[in-house]
């Protein structure tokens, strides 16, 4: 794993051997302590200044960052509005029109298919009796020779047709 001190204790040496030499750059220094007093003085409200004057330069970049950001947003949020309403009301529409023509069709395929069933069930009846005529004169063939079997067996005196007794 990576020592993230490392790095650090190096920065941290570089700075307090700064500090260090400046103070010793003072007390050693050639100048009287007013004169050094009032040098550092001038440095350090020289540094307060540029420091307070950047302070400054970045609220305002920063305000004017956040600012346009906030139009930007603003004028995307409300295109983006316009965008869905646009295809809400499309939807709307094609909705609309898709329910028009399903209406449509089922009002047009209505009719046909009753007519069809209406076909399908005056065949349907015509087979039912066509059946039914067919079996009874099944019915009536079977009891015709039926009574012709029974007239022959009681002429010939047999029991039965297929069999004479002996």
Do not use: N
């Not at 100048?31 to 009032?38: D, L, M, V």
Request: hydrophobic content about 40%; glycine content about 10%; overall charge negative.
């Amino acid at each position: 794993m990576y020592d993230y001190r490392r790095g650090g204790g190096v920065l941290g040496a570089f700075f307090l051997g700064g500090a260090l030499g400046a103070v010793l750059g003072l007390l050693f220094a050639p100048r009287s302590g007013k004169e050094s007093r009032e040098l550092l003085a001038d440095a350090a409200d020289r540094y307060w200044s540029e420091g307070r004057d950047l302070y400054e330069t970045g609220v305002a970049k920063v305000t004017d960052v956040y600012d346009s950001g906030r139009e930007v947003a603003s004028v995307k949020s409300e295109e983006l509005r316009t965008k869905i309403d646009t295809a809400r009301e499309r939807l709307k529409e094609q909705v609309g029109s898709t329910t028009e023509a399903a209406r449509a069709k089922v009002a047009e395929a209505g009719p046909a298919a009753k007519e069809a069933v209406d076909k399908a069930a005056g065949a349907a009846k015509s087979g039912i009796d066509t059946a039914e005529k067919k079996a009874q004169e099944t019915f009536d063939l079977i009891d015709e020779k039926a009574k012709k079997e029974e007239a022959v067996v009681a002429d010939t005196g047999f029991d039965s047709p297929a069999m004479p007794q002996l």
